[in-house]
């Protein structure tokens, strides 16, 4: 019988969000197969990271792509963006907190790619006069890879409405984006 890659991967994700200091042995468990099959498939934590990073960069690319950020009103394409990545924010959370990623010359070039698409969107946004010009497009992308995190974990642990996720995130991204004109 062939391992479900896909299956793995996303049972991993599902423990590891909940659960980040999780053992192989738990995260085995957790996708019903046994520890020394998991080793076959990912040599240790860092391997099965990697993976993860692998497939949230999927999901992150496929997600941009789906939210059309070139179209309407960049307030808009922000909306349509948080409301698509939303079954993906866990992921995220918990690739957000494995520094490894993101530190070193082998950092994955995906994640380059999202930063690049999400500052164009912020600088459209400036361009347009929707959004606020103190604030540097990168900042802006880093204040809504923070604040999905954040939504993910509170939604996670319940203090939060799953219902309200996009809400409350696109409410306090643009709340403090948005240009005031006096």
Same mark, same amino acid.
């Given at each position: 019988?062939? +391992?479900?890659?896909?299956?793995?991967?996303?049972?991993?994700?599902?423990?590891?969000?909940?659960?980040?200091?999780?053992?192989?042995?738990?995260?085995?468990?957790?996708?019903?197969?046994s520890r020394a099959t998991?080793?076959?498939?990912?040599?240790?934590?860092?391997?099965?990271?990697?993976?993860?990073?692998?497939?949230? /960069?999927?999901?992150?690319?496929?997600v941009l792509d789906r939210?059309?950020?070139?179209?309407?009103?960049?307030?808009?394409?922000?909306?349509?963006? $948080?409301?698509?990545?939303?079954?993906?924010?866990?992921?995220?959370?918990?690739?957000?907190?494995?520094?490894?990623?993101?530190?070193?010359?082998?950092?994955?070039?995906? #994640?380059?790619?999202?930063?690049?698409?999400?500052?164009?969107?912020?600088?459209?946004?400036? *361009?347009s006069g929707e959004f606020? /010009?103190?604030?540097?497009?990168? #900042?802006?992308? *880093?204040?809504?890879?923070?604040?999905?995190?954040?939504?993910? #974990?509170?939604?996670?642990? &319940?203090?939060?409405?799953?219902?309200?996720?996009?809400?409350?995130? $696109?409410?306090? +991204?643009?709340? &403090?984006?948005?240009?005031?004109?006096?």
């Amino acid at each position: 019988m062939a +391992l479900d890659r896909d299956h793995v991967l996303r049972s991993a994700a599902a423990l590891l969000t909940r659960k980040s200091t999780a053992t192989m042995d738990e995260v085995a468990r957790a996708a019903g197969i046994s520890r020394a099959t998991l080793h076959r498939h990912f040599a240790g934590r860092d391997a099965l990271v990697r993976a993860l990073e692998g497939l949230g /960069i999927a999901e992150c690319e496929a997600v941009l792509d789906r939210a059309r950020l070139d179209e309407g009103a960049a307030g808009e394409a922000v909306h349509r963006l $948080v409301h698509a990545i939303e079954p993906s924010a866990a992921l995220l959370a918990f690739l957000y907190t494995e520094n490894q990623l993101f530190e070193g010359e082998q950092q994955n070039q995906g #994640w380059a790619r999202i930063d690049e698409r999400l500052t164009a969107l912020f600088r459209r946004g400036q *361009e347009s006069g929707e959004f606020r /010009i103190d604030l540097t497009p990168a #900042w802006l992308t *880093e204040a809504l890879y923070g604040l999905l995190a954040s939504g993910a #974990w509170a939604v996670s642990e &319940g203090r939060v409405a799953a219902k309200d996720f996009t809400y409350m995130i $696109v409410e306090l +991204l643009l709340g &403090g984006v948005r240009r005031t004109h006096a």
